[in-house]
């Protein structure tokens, strides 16, 4: 068994687990010692050593403060292995002083040792989650023995010390096992996480680089996302307009304009429009973009030089295909004829000769 510097599992799981079970401990401390000057439970806590509980409740409660306000106040983080590991051991003793002053394991305090071996399950992910449930095992079993045959009482017996022994060790490899999985799954989740946010980046790296201007605006009016095509052909920077993700579209009047009369009339298609006198025409097209929680519209943004451009070199394809073609089929006839024509004059030589001779 490994018995060196403990591990914690670095993750989400661990930190939280130790967190929450550093402010159990405190509520725990809290209560025992409340419980106990009440007098509520003086038939089971603290019966057979009233003193030696008193000064291990508040022992345990001044440790159990300390150690919060360690945490709140001087250290945000629990990444501590030996000092996790400290806490855990310090709280199984407090809990057999505890035990031993009330009676053994009979009192039911025993049962409290459950919830500090799972913590320390949850919060290592190696073998010191066991060495915690062998450490409460020995102290639960030195209790009675110290109990039945150095104190001679002879209502201890070594039985259910064992008993809650096997429990605490079925506890811990349950919660390891349990702690295994989480962390898995937490694994997973952090990859599919960092994955989603790599394929963000790169839809927004695709979408800032397009010619096409690209704006996405929600049922408010206002702009969700802008590319820099659209922040260009708009005239933001000319005109000195703020266009980003949060303003409203209204900044753009032209482009409201043309918003709006889609919203009345979507299946019309809306004439180009310009921004400013000195502008380029721009082709505005509109789509729904249907989510969950709102409806948005994506606006696609088209320079119509840019679309004269394509016509021009498509006309040209075209041209050069069909003067291509009408070369082809001006050069067929042209051979046919021109062979016919070899063809007649060699037959006129040979006629030739024969009348000379």
Known sequence: ????????????????????YIYYRFALSLVLLVIFYSGTASQVFGTHNPQLYLFTSISYTVLATLTLAYLLIWQKNTSSSLLLFTHFFLDLVALTLLIHSSGGP???????????????SLVFSTQPALLTAALASILLLTEELFSAYVLDDSSRAIFPAGLLGFVLFL????FRM?????????????????????????????????????????????IELINNAAIEM???????????????????????????????QP?????????????????????????????STIIFLEDTRTAAQNAQRLKLASLGRLTGSIAHEIRNPLGAISHAAQLLA????EKLKQTSQ
Request: no cysteine; charged share 20%.
């Open 1 to 20: 068994m490994q018995t060196g510097k403990p591990s914690v599992d670095p993750g989400h799981l661990a930190q939280g687990a130790a967190k929450v």
């Open 171 to 174: 506890t811990a490899v349950l």
């Open 106 to 120: 009979s009192s039911g305090l025993g049962l409290l040792m459950l919830i500090t071996v799972a913590a320390s």
């Open 346 to 349: 060699g037959a006129g030589r």
């Open 267 to 295: 299946w019309q298609k809306l004439p180009a429009f310009k921004v400013s006198k000195s502008s380029t025409e721009i082709q505005a097209k509109f789509a729904n973009l249907q989510r969950s929680e709102n409806k």
């Open 178 to 222: 349990l702690n295994e999985r989480l962390r898995r799954s937490e694994q997973i989740a952090l990859r599919e996480s960092d994955q989603a946010a790599h394929l963000q980046d790169l839809n927004e790296m695709i979408i800032q680089r397009m010619l096409t201007g690209i704006v996405v605006v929600n049922a408010a009016g206002k």
């Open 234 to 264: 708009l005239g933001a920077e000319k005109n000195d307009i703020a266009l980003g993700s949060g303003t409203s579209l209204r900044a753009t009047p032209a482009l409201q304009k043309g918003y709006e009369a889609w919203l009345s």
